[in-house]
């Protein structure tokens, strides 16, 4: 029988992270690997289902948590925040690092880049600043289409640190997103003491996610701002001009996303993709689902439509 689940390791990064790292092995000959970057507030442990049922279809998994995220540390950079200074290129320096790491357990086999909301973010940055060292990417349930709400945003923590300092947690922003989309949903009656509703509509899932001591926390101030300079660098179309055009790229979204409004902001970057001359873009508005796709009702199909494309992109 296999084993499943993820075997953890720590991980020197050249920005001086020690990255808490997740691997999986395939199960069955391997066709390809799976870089996961998960999103904010979150952790890469939580991918190990999505990392066992890739492992059953021949794909290696590996993950990490992101600098600020569940057991990575950093000395420039402590809970909840990338790092005391240029924190966005630090955590993109990980993120090949983990790559490279890959590339070395599982030689000459094709690596996915896949994301999830700000990992999709990250996965966006990745393909655009090393546009050669991924097969194909996988951006999912991400905005970047944020635009002028970026100016407001960076206003709101321009005055949180004049009060608090840069590694204070944005309670203002917090408000205006995570804090404030479960109300929008009816099921929010169910679990009134929970902010993370809007996840999936599986409340299980959504219990699990309140009861991880190292998910659903406000972020910090400094976080928001690189986040923020990430988000700013995605949106850049010129970005795009180095990828091959025929580079696979796989969409997804929520039709009941308040992450992305609705799926809006997925549409977006399909659009922008397609404009930009991409030719192979996968793209799916899932009805009903809300933002976290790998933990909603329906994710087992979701899984298998995902391999069948790795499938297709890493044959």
Request: hydrophobic share 40%.
């Amino acid at each position: 029988m296999a084993e499943t689940g993820f075997t953890q390791a720590v991980l020197d990064s050249p920005s001086g992270a020690k990255l808490a790292i997740y691997t999986r092995s395939a199960d069955i000959p391997a066709r390809g690997i799976v870089h996961v970057n998960h999103g904010l507030a979150e952790c890469a442990s939580r991918y190990a289902p999505f990392a066992d049922y890739l492992a059953s279809r021949g794909y290696h998994t590996i993950a990490q948590d992101h600098r600020g995220h569940g057991h990575t540390t950093a000395e420039d950079g402590g809970a909840r925040r990338f790092a005391d200074k240029d924190g966005w290129n630090k955590l993109m320096s990980d993120v090949k690092a983990v790559e490279d790491h890959a590339k070395s357990l599982w030689p000459d086999l094709p690596l996915v880049v896949f994301g999830h909301s700000m990992g999709a973010v990250i996965t966006t940055n990745h393909v655009m600043r090393e546009p050669d060292s991924v097969a194909a990417a996988a951006i999912w349930n991400g905005n970047m289409a944020i635009g002028g709400m970026k100016a407001v945003m960076r206003l709101i923590l321009f005055f949180e640190a004049l009060v608090g300092g840069p590694n204070t947690p944005s309670l203002t922003i917090d408000k205006m997103t995570f804090n404030g989309w479960s109300k929008r949903f009816p099921d929010h009656k169910q679990m009134p003491d929970s902010t993370s509703v809007w996840l999936s509509r599986d409340l299980e899932q959504v219990r699990l996610y309140d009861e991880n001591p190292i998910c659903g926390w406000p972020s910090s101030v400094s976080l928001w701002r690189d986040f923020l300079s990430g988000v700013a660098f995605a949106e850049d179309n010129a970005n795009f001009a180095n990828i091959a055009k025929d580079k696979p790229f796989h969409l997804i979204g929520g039709s009941k996303d308040p992450a992305t409004n609705n799926g809006k902001t997925v549409r977006h970057l399909y659009k922008r993709l397609k404009k930009a001359g991409f030719k192979d873009v996968e793209f799916q508005i899932l009805k009903g689902f809300r933002h976290e796709t790998l933990n909603e009702i329906g994710r087992e199909h979701q899984m298998e439509a995902f391999a069948d494309w790795l499938d297709k992109v890493t044959g």
